[in-house]
């Protein structure tokens, strides 16, 4: 069954935005049809109120009418979710594009961009608590395959999963006695890095390389064979740790990235200085480094070995 659609606003334009949103949404849902007709509402409704005098298309101008129109969506009480700001900003640019076409007026395509479309809240993951870090890392020890050893290295080297799917099969580098390095290769940022491991990391590369199948190439290539395809190794790795999350009771959404967090938080706790943690982490500025505003003591858990 079918809303009952409430009649756009007595206005002088109504009878051109009409138009416009019903041959922007000929071929789509009546959600969609509601959408396009509330935001002509809303923002005629707005004109009419605020700029009585407009009562033609070529008078509308981007400052002040869609700037103003704009901020009015930014003030709206209380205050409208960032997707809904955006989809009224999209419906409008796509009438005001229909418009410009069916009455030959250019300049109406060009009053609003896609710089003005809202963009997404990015909520980054927060470190693991010291009790989901214990039990993931303990259920990670005890399973002791290739997936849960690459889950491990990302969670002790900081590594983004990308660059850890990269990494050679000759990662690792002596600096000293009982002193390696591995090294990370170009990732998000276009950078490679040194990371100093320990041994625990080191043998977690080994077990890596024990278990390569014996389709592996021999010569060159990378820790962590692609049967088939980056993708879907990346794929496996995230799903094996939902799998392990599942399994030691955690209720909480856990994804790879917060290991890095985890492990970033864990450097400065332990004494390492901010710039040392942007180095390890192949961090560039200092504004990418979010991760420690609610961090809490984070540390390796106690019994657990290499076997």
Not at 9 to 19: A, E, G, S, V, Y
Not at 49 to 59: K, N, R, T
């Amino acid at each position: 069954m079918k809303r009952k659609r409430l009649p756009l606003p007595t206005h002088p334009l109504t009878r051109f935005f009409r138009p416009a949103a019903e041959s922007v949404t000929t071929s789509l849902g009546d959600s969609s049809v509601t959408a396009y007709r509330g935001t002509v509402r809303l923002f005629l409704t707005y004109l009419g109120a605020q700029y009585p005098d407009v009562h033609s298309l070529d008078q509308l101008r981007r400052d002040p009418h869609i700037l103003d129109w704009l901020a009015f969506l930014r003030s709206h009480n209380p205050p409208l979710a960032t997707i809904t700001r955006a989809n009224r900003v999209i419906y409008l640019r796509c009438m005001l594009e229909e418009l410009a076409w069916a009455q030959q007026l250019p300049a109406l395509a060009h009053l609003l961009g896609r710089g003005d479309v809202p963009r997404k809240e990015h909520h980054l993951p927060r470190p693991l608590t010291p009790e989901q870090d214990q039990l993931i890392q303990r259920e990670l020890f005890r399973r002791n395959d290739l997936l849960s050893n690459a889950l491990l290295l990302l969670r002790h080297t900081g590594m983004r999963i990308g660059e850890c799917v990269d990494i050679s099969v000759d990662c690792l580098r002596p600096l000293g006695p009982n002193q390696w390095a591995i090294h990370v290769p170009l990732g998000k940022l276009k950078t490679e890095r040194w990371v100093p491991v320990d041994t625990m990391v080191c043998q977690l590369v080994e077990r890596i390389r024990s278990l390569r199948p014996p389709t592996a190439p021999k010569a060159g290539r990378l820790l962590l064979f692609r049967e088939r395809g980056r993708k879907m190794l990346v794929r496996r790795i995230r799903a094996a740790l939902q799998d392990v999350v599942a399994a030691v009771g955690i209720s909480a959404r856990i994804v790879p990235h917060q290991f890095r967090h985890t492990y970033g938080t864990e450097m400065l706790r332990a004494g390492v200085g901010f710039a040392g943690v942007m180095q390890l982490l192949g961090h560039k500025s200092p504004r990418t480094e979010k991760l420690v505003s609610h961090s809490a003591w984070i540390t390796v858990p106690s019994g657990l070995c290499w076997r």
